[in-house]
């Protein structure tokens, strides 16, 4: 069983010192009394590491054993590892006395953890951000008194339509649709209607368009054929297309909804 030299020890910590985010485990630096290893193995290469910690902390070490193998792993070139953590210093086996450095060694990949979890808050905070604006978007449209509902139609949309809402100009937001959907063909005005509250009227013209829920309140295809659709077009989710009938049974359905 061929014992790792010590100058070797010396290169895997320096390799990795100056590339490690700052722990925020720093707490457990003085809880490391030594870390051995051995190389018992040729083909495949195989370590046997051997940690020893203050017993109060074992539990901790042990919660983060997966993280420890993954950067003795890598760092050590090592096809497979024997890890253990001890509670007991042996004596005589203690000759390393870097213990700040070592726990940043076993802590490498928490600290690329760490950072994958703030990358995830700063996602939900943004979503977040984005559904509190979505929801002062709503509260907006609804104290709109009065608007147009429009239906539109695309040369690469074959025949499926758009439907919606605008306060004002119907023209400028077909324009503005081109370009959010990042479709080559203009989008047409193919009709609109003035109405009061344009908002709660588009609401319940796709509601009556989509798939009813029966009275457990789950969706049923047996209580009529679901019109609307979703399209994924430049990269963004747009739900307010509706195909699979002509274009005279949607704007009867949209009639049906229209307050004068």
Same mark, same amino acid.
Request: aromatic share 12%.
């Given at each position: 069983m061929t014992k790792i030299? @010590?100058?070797t020890w010396e290169n895997v910590l320096n390799q990795i010192s100056g590339d490690l985010v700052p722990s925020k485990f720093n *707490? +457990? @630096?003085n809880q490391i009394y030594d870390l051995t290893y051995e190389l018992i193995k040729e083909i495949p290469k195989v370590f046997h590491v051997k940690l020893? %910690?203050? @017993?109060a902390y074992k539990n901790l070490f042990e919660s983060l054993e997966k993280e420890f193998i993954f950067a003795f792993m890598g760092n050590l070139g090592c096809d497979d590892l024997i890890f253990e953590i001890n509670e007991k210093m *042996?004596?005589?086996e203690c000759k390393y006395e870097q213990k700040g450095r070592l726990m940043k060694l076993g802590l490498h990949l $928490? &600290?690329?953890h760490l950072a994958e979890i703030e990358g995830r808050a700063e996602q939900i905070k943004k979503s977040r951000e984005k559904a509190r604006q979505w929801k002062e978007n709503i509260e907006n449209h609804k104290k709109v008194e009065e608007g147009y509902i429009y239906i539109l139609s695309n040369k690469e949309l074959g025949r499926t339509y758009k439907i919606?809402? %605008?306060r004002e100009n119907v023209l400028k937001r077909a324009k503005a649709l081109k370009y959010e959907t990042g479709l080559e063909k203009d989008f047409v005005i193919k009709k609109i209607w003035k109405t009061k509250n344009p908002y709660e009227v588009e609401q319940k013209i796709f509601e &009556? +368009? $989509?798939m009813q829920k029966n009275e457990k309140g789950e969706y049923d295809s047996s209580y009529g054929k679901c019109y609307r659709i979703s399209k994924f077009l430049n990269g963004k989710t747009f739900n307010e297309f509706v195909q699979g009938a002509s274009l005279k049974f949607f704007c009867e359905r949209i009639e049906r909804f229209i307050q004068h």
């Amino acid at each position: 069983m061929t014992k790792i030299e @010590d100058t070797t020890w010396e290169n895997v910590l320096n390799q990795i010192s100056g590339d490690l985010v700052p722990s925020k485990f720093n *707490i +457990l @630096d003085n809880q490391i009394y030594d870390l051995t290893y051995e190389l018992i193995k040729e083909i495949p290469k195989v370590f046997h590491v051997k940690l020893y %910690v203050n @017993d109060a902390y074992k539990n901790l070490f042990e919660s983060l054993e997966k993280e420890f193998i993954f950067a003795f792993m890598g760092n050590l070139g090592c096809d497979d590892l024997i890890f253990e953590i001890n509670e007991k210093m *042996i004596k005589n086996e203690c000759k390393y006395e870097q213990k700040g450095r070592l726990m940043k060694l076993g802590l490498h990949l $928490q &600290s690329r953890h760490l950072a994958e979890i703030e990358g995830r808050a700063e996602q939900i905070k943004k979503s977040r951000e984005k559904a509190r604006q979505w929801k002062e978007n709503i509260e907006n449209h609804k104290k709109v008194e009065e608007g147009y509902i429009y239906i539109l139609s695309n040369k690469e949309l074959g025949r499926t339509y758009k439907i919606g809402f %605008v306060r004002e100009n119907v023209l400028k937001r077909a324009k503005a649709l081109k370009y959010e959907t990042g479709l080559e063909k203009d989008f047409v005005i193919k009709k609109i209607w003035k109405t009061k509250n344009p908002y709660e009227v588009e609401q319940k013209i796709f509601e &009556s +368009l $989509q798939m009813q829920k029966n009275e457990k309140g789950e969706y049923d295809s047996s209580y009529g054929k679901c019109y609307r659709i979703s399209k994924f077009l430049n990269g963004k989710t747009f739900n307010e297309f509706v195909q699979g009938a002509s274009l005279k049974f949607f704007c009867e359905r949209i009639e049906r909804f229209i307050q004068h």
